[in-house]
């Protein structure tokens, strides 16, 4: 197949930040939550052997289900013990799916939400004793290893190998189509129709994305596919748990990690925040004049060290509020006050 509030992180949040496909055809967590893991600055190492992969595929798989249509077949992971996350193009607007399980068991599985601007759907199943994977919300370094775990034209459980190939991506010409595309986790591992909905893998077995979408070898592009941040799954499942929808607080910035490489080769003066790389001109921090090259170091009072500081200051914005972020512009400080606004769907 091919086509509570969002507090926000990754696509939706991010960079509510600027822009937000297809490709269906902390450590006390109890088991029934997904398990989060953010701890900036430990890098995962990467797997050297062939065994190590497999170990990690075989401890994964049972939590990477199919999910089926009369439309067609994608792929879900488990969120919680008896709650599935897939895309939100997988369902489509369907009340009820059918999921295949790793074991070979099937049941029917409730549509409880679904949020248009990140692409995620929440299915609710008759098993209650799936079992939880951990979820990254780090980003990834590019570099990393990665492993696509879905049912690709339907053959279920398969699982390609790759890296992380970048960060904050978005598919050419999406945001005229979309919302959803934008701020994505590239990779060169193979993702295929069927692959929407499945599990993005690092090196240490932890889900670091939902699959999203690829873009074909007819437009000349070999081995490029890409995942929904597990920030933006985690935040924005929460929500659709809650009550069925997810908003979105959209500043209008494009952001990237402000790297000693970056600061170098561009002449940063900043030691440390998030890097604006592009501004909506229609959005709420053109307005409150914000550019790119600016290097934000605080929100709302939460000081910035990355990207993700951003978006998990936003979590608790309402969408309206206003808040003062402080940037790093040519040396200088600067004090912008922004009225957050609310990603459309």
């Not at 459980?157 to 991506?169: D, F, K, P, Q, W």
């Not at 929460?238 to 080769?265: C, F, N």
């Not at 925040?273 to 053109?286: C, F």
């Amino acid at each position: 197949m091919t086509t509570t509030r969002a507090r926000a992180a990754g696509v939706a949040a991010a960079c509510a930040l600027l822009v937000a496909g297809g490709c269906s055809g902390e450590d006390s967590q109890p088991q029934d939550q997904p398990q989060n893991q953010n701890q900036p600055g430990a890098p995962a190492p990467s797997p050297t052997n062939s065994a190590q992969l497999a170990d990690i595929t075989e401890r994964l798989a049972p939590s990477v289900v199919t999910v089926n249509t009369e439309k067609g077949v994608g792929s879900g992971v488990v969120l919680r013990q008896d709650v599935v996350v897939t895309n939100a193009h997988v369902v489509g607007d369907r009340e009820q799916v059918q999921l295949t399980f790793a074991d070979g068991t099937a049941s029917s599985g409730e549509v409880v939400g679904t949020d248009a601007v990140t692409d995620l759907a929440v299915i609710r199943t008759e098993r209650k004793d799936l079992p939880v994977p951990e979820y990254r919300t780090q980003l990834p370094r590019p570099g990393e290893t990665a492993l696509a775990i879905g049912s690709p034209l339907g053959f279920e459980n398969s699982v390609t190998a790759g890296i992380i190939s970048g960060l904050h991506r978005e598919i050419p010409g999406s945001a005229a189509r979309t919302q959803s595309l934008v701020d994505l986790i590239q990779t060169d591992a193979s993702i295929s129709p069927g692959n929407s909905g499945g599990a993005l893998i690092d090196a240490q077995g932890r889900v670091v994305g939902v699959n999203e979408a690829y873009i074909p070898p007819q437009q000349g592009a070999v081995s490029l596919g890409f995942a929904i941040p597990a920030a933006t799954v985690v935040d924005t499942t929460e929500e659709l748990l809650e009550d069925g929808t997810a908003t979105h607080p959209y500043l209008g910035v494009s952001l990237r990690p402000l790297t000693p490489a970056i600061r170098e080769q561009l002449g940063v003066e900043a030691e440390g925040g998030a890097l604006v790389t592009g501004v909506d001109q229609e959005g709420p921090a053109s307005g409150a004049g914000m550019r790119a090259g600016d290097v934000i170091t605080s929100v709302a009072g939460k000081d910035v060290s990355a990207v993700e500081d951003v978006l998990a200051a936003l979590r608790d914005v309402e969408p309206g509020q206003k808040v003062d972020l402080t940037v790093s512009r040519d040396g200088e400080p600067q004090r912008l006050t922004v009225a957050v606004a609310e990603r459309e769907g």
